[in-house]
T-cell receptor, first 114, second 118 residues
Framework: AQSVTQLDSHVSVSEGTPVLLRCNYSSSYSPSLFWYVQHPNKGLQLLLKYTSAATLVKGINGFEAEFKKSETSFHLTKPSAHMSDAAEYFCVVRSYSSASKIIFGSGTRLSIRP | EPEVTQTPSHQVTQMGQEVILRCVPISNHLYFYWYRQILGQKVEFLVSFYNNEISEKSEIFDDQFSVERPDGSNFTLKIRSTKLEDSAMYFC????????????????FGDGTRLSIL
């Protein structure tokens, strides 16, 4: 069965420094992977998606993620954090056995220090 | 950019009452979904819907729950005889596959309805 593990429940960085949010996946097949962001009292916004094309995926707001099959990872990065990046981030995998279903990680709360 | 809209943003209901949560998916999308997020827990899949019928449902989606597309634009989740543990944020989503098989199209989410059962 597919699953994702977000290794950090909370990450805090200073404004202007790099962001790294870690995600490892478990899948017997080539997975479809996504990162979503949830700002307070808002819905889930798609940041980026990986669907077996380029392994380095660029998303919105300067975020990108690299699919590494050897490490079963799909970490989210950004070179320079902004205050507006403070939110909850979810790594998501599409289920292979039932493709209409997506499986969420437990989330990483990103805090930005001024 | 088109978006999924959900109403109401917050619903407060007495235990045992029925609630209907409403969603307007993106207009040219064919697949619709409901998820829920209990406070402090993961976002959980409830149900997917295509061509006027349920295509998949989770073990959470028991006889207490039902979904309907009453017209060409709305997609509703009905919860009968609500329980305290139904308190959660409920998210609607839609995706833009053009065939009958869900593929690699991402799901687009609404802002959610916070359901509070008293």
């Amino acid at each position: 069965a597919q699953s994702v593990t977000q290794l950090d429940s909370h990450v805090s960085v200073s404004e202007g420094t790099p962001v790294l949010l870690r995600c490892n996946y478990s899948s017997s097949y080539s997975p479809s992977l996504f990162w979503y962001v949830q700002h307070p009292n808002k819905g889930l916004q798609l940041l980026l998606k990986y669907t077996s094309a380029a392994t380095l995926v660029k998303g919105i707001n300067g975020f990108e993620a690299e699919f590494k099959k050897s490490e079963t990872s799909f970490h989210l990065t950004k070179p320079s954090a902004h205050m507006s990046d403070a939110a909850e981030y979810f790594c998501v995998v599409r289920s292979y056995s039932s493709a209409s279903k997506i499986i969420f990680g437990s989330g990483t709360r990103l805090s930005i220090r001024p | 950019e088109p978006e999924v809209t959900q109403t109401p943003s917050h619903q407060v209901t007495q235990m045992g009452q029925e609630v209907i949560l409403r969603c307007v998916p993106i207009s040219n999308h064919l697949y619709f979904y409901w998820y829920r997020q209990i406070l402090g827990q993961k976002v959980e899949f409830l149900v997917s819907f295509y061509n006027n019928e349920i295509s998949e449902k989770s073990e959470i989606f028991d006889d207490q729950f039902s979904v309907e597309r009453p017209d060409g634009s709305n997609f509703t989740l009905k919860i009968r005889s609500t329980k305290l543990e139904d308190s959660a944020m409920y998210f609607c989503a839609s995706s833009g596959e053009t065939t009958g098989v869900p593929g690699n199209q991402p799901q687009h989410f609404g802002d959610g309805t916070r359901l509070s059962i008293l």
